[in-house]
T-cell receptor
């Protein structure tokens, strides 16, 4: 079925530490995996994405890794800052036509 | 404003009433999606359009819900005979049309059914 599992549901880290959020998808044909950040009361915003032809992508302090065999992908945030605090959603593209989202991870970065 | 626009931002309605929401996508985007988001959950797919054609509707979607995109530009989502369980944030997103790119979301319409 169309399912994306996301863990953990909440994550608290000290400023400067790293944060890792993991997702698992069910459709082996999925080939596109974006990550969205949603601040309280605001729209989800795309922060990074990865396609199935690469295993890792990095953009400054944010990186995403993909393991197609295991159908896992992860978001890594290094040197976390208080403004990184938000809810993060992973998603996978199903049937090449719609994104299915995970349940979200609430990240809190304490100064 | 070149982003995705949704109206109204908030809607409070009594149970049993009908409501209609509007989404104006980014002008060059051919695909338009509707999602529903409840507190503490990720966006849940409802339906999507390629230009004016509605290509998929979630099996979980009640027949009280209907969406249109008559001219391939803006879209409307109507909920008939609203129920308290319909209370949620309704998000619209658009994508250029390949089905392979990141979605741009609107700010959503928050529906409260009392």
């Amino acid at each position: 079925g169309e399912n994306v599992e996301q863990h953990p549901s909440t994550l608290s880290v000290q400023e400067g530490d790293s944060a890792v959020i993991k997702c698992t998808y069910s459709d082996s044909a999925s080939n596109y995996f974006p990550w969205y950040k949603q601040e309280l009361g605001k729209r989800p915003q795309l922060i990074i994405d990865i396609r199935s032809n690469v295993g890792e992508k990095k953009d400054q302090r944010i990186a995403v890794t993909l393991n197609k065999t295991a159908k896992h992908f992860s978001l890594h945030i290094t040197e976390t800052q208080p403004e990184d605090s938000a809810v993060y959603f992973c998603a996978a593209l199903y049937n090449t036509d719609k994104l299915i989202f995970g349940t979200g991870t609430r990240l809190q970065v304490f100064p | 404003d070149t982003g995705v626009s949704q109206n109204p931002r908030h809607k409070i309605t009594k149970r049993g009433q009908n409501v209609t929401f509007r989404c104006d996508p980014i002008s060059e985007h051919n695909r338009l999606y509707w999602y529903r988001q409840t507190l503490g959950q990720g966006p849940e797919f409802l339906t999507y359009f390629q230009n004016e054609a509605q290509l998929e509707k979630s099996r979980l979607l009640s027949d009280r819900f209907s969406a249109e995109r008559p001219k391939g530009s803006f879209s409307t989502l109507e909920i008939q005979r609203t129920e308290q369980g319909d209370s949620a944030m309704y998000l619209c997103a658009s994508e250029i049309g390949t089905g392979q790119g990141g979605y741009t979301f609107g700010s959503g319409t928050r529906l409260t059914v009392v």
